[in-house]
């Protein structure tokens, strides 16, 4: 029996596990308990990680050798690994030579680790000499990333999973995260578990599973997100819950921002979200870590 670490390949948390192996079949996966980001723990999908690899699906769905067609509708035959290589390699070759390093592109999958998207793009801007490099990451994050760039100045998230513990509280938008990111949600409830006096705020539309733990939980209507934001500001501003020092340190176009949220009072907001002007206080007053 051989143990392998390696990294689940579902959700964004990125789970630790521990394959387990005999000869060449999968038998088994836990979690990896020193693993920073779930410390052994594993959601349904994980624990069931090593059925996908199970004898019976491998024989029907999983590709166990390199197939080629001789013409586009012909079936496709095994071919040694050596000639599939030498046809793959010599057929971007002679596109290379015939049309140039921007008839070729490469699209990556989500699943990668930093270092694959590394080589890869090594290999395409450093050997081949293209800029056609995308990936499902950039994508699936593009609204993400849009944001991010606009508001904090750049692609990264400004948050760890270490940060969970050392929080005050916690605003929860939109996210079922008990459902799609149960190991998070986890860290989320021992935080909350450890430290009692932690608020966590949950809007959303929908009463999911994750609004069950929130001290304070905002049935926003669909498309109100902003609204509130911009509500919560406001409220933030009026009542003197902000660190002007800092903003005036750390940030540009503020006065812009504060001319935008002028125009959302508490009346407004608590009518277009569909809230009442208590909830919307109340919101504001913990995400500003104001006193009671």
């Given at each position: 029996?051989?143990e392998?670490?390696?990294?689940?390949?579902?959700?964004?948390?990125?789970?630790?596990?521990?394959i387990?192996?005999?000869?060449?079949?999968i038998?088994?996966v836990?979690?990896?308990p020193?693993?920073p980001?779930?410390?052994g723990?594993?959601?349904s999908?994980?624990?069931?990680l090593?059925?996908?690899?199970?004898?019976?699906v491998?024989?029907q769905?999983?590709?166990l050798?390199?197939?080629?067609?001789?013409?586009?509708?012909?079936?496709p035959?095994?071919?040694?690994?050596?000639?599939?290589?030498?046809?793959?390699?010599?057929?971007?070759?002679?596109?290379?030579?015939?049309?140039?390093?921007d008839a070729?592109?490469?699209?990556?999958?989500?699943?990668?680790?930093t270092?694959?998207?590394?080589?890869?793009?090594?290999?395409?801007?450093?050997?081949?000499?293209?800029?056609?490099?995308?990936?499902?990451?950039?994508?699936?994050m593009?609204?993400a990333?849009?944001?991010?760039?606009?508001?904090?100045?750049?692609?990264a998230?400004p948050?760890?999973?270490d940060?969970?513990?050392?929080?005050?509280?916690?605003?929860?938008?939109?996210?079922?995260?008990?459902?799609?990111?149960p190991?998070?949600?986890?860290?989320?409830?021992?935080?909350?578990?450890?430290?009692?006096a932690l608020?966590?705020?949950?809007?959303?539309?929908?009463?999911?599973?994750?609004?069950?733990?929130?001290?304070l939980?905002?049935?926003?209507?669909?498309?109100?997100?902003?609204?509130l934001?911009?509500?919560?500001?406001?409220l933030?501003?009026w009542?003197?819950w902000?660190?002007?020092?800092?903003?005036?340190?750390?940030t540009?176009?503020?006065?812009?921002?504060?001319a935008?949220?002028?125009?959302?009072?508490?009346?407004?907001?608590?009518?277009?979200?569909?809230?009442?002007?208590?909830?919307?206080?109340?919101?504001?007053?913990?995400?500003a870590?104001?006193?009671?």
């Amino acid at each position: 029996m051989l143990e392998t670490r390696s990294t689940c390949p579902y959700c964004g948390v990125g789970c630790g596990v521990v394959i387990a192996s005999d000869g060449a079949q999968i038998t088994g996966v836990r979690g990896d308990p020193d693993h920073p980001a779930n410390f052994g723990r594993l959601c349904s999908k994980g624990t069931t990680l090593h059925l996908t690899a199970s004898a019976a699906v491998t024989r029907q769905t999983r590709l166990l050798q390199p197939m080629q067609r001789a013409w586009r509708s012909a079936a496709p035959m095994p071919v040694l690994w050596d000639a599939a290589l030498d046809t793959a390699a010599n057929k971007f070759a002679q596109v290379l030579r015939e049309h140039g390093p921007d008839a070729v592109g490469f699209y990556l999958s989500g699943q990668l680790l930093t270092e694959d998207y590394y080589i890869f793009n090594k290999l395409a801007r450093g050997l081949i000499g293209t800029n056609n490099v995308d990936s499902n990451s950039r994508l699936c994050m593009s609204s993400a990333v849009a944001g991010y760039k606009a508001t904090l100045g750049m692609d990264a998230p400004p948050a760890c999973y270490d940060d969970v513990n050392h929080a005050q509280c916690i605003f929860i938008v939109g996210s079922n995260t008990a459902y799609a990111h149960p190991i998070l949600f986890r860290r989320i409830e021992d935080a909350k578990a450890a430290n009692p006096a932690l608020k966590i705020i949950v809007a959303d539309p929908r009463r999911t599973d994750t609004a069950a733990i929130a001290d304070l939980y905002l049935a926003v209507q669909p498309g109100t997100d902003v609204m509130l934001f911009n509500g919560m500001l406001h409220l933030m501003l009026w009542e003197g819950w902000i660190d002007a020092a800092w903003i005036a340190a750390h940030t540009n176009g503020f006065d812009a921002l504060k001319a935008t949220v002028r125009d959302c009072p508490p009346e407004l907001v608590a009518q277009v979200c569909g809230i009442s002007k208590e909830d919307l206080f109340t919101a504001a007053r913990l995400f500003a870590g104001a006193p009671v």
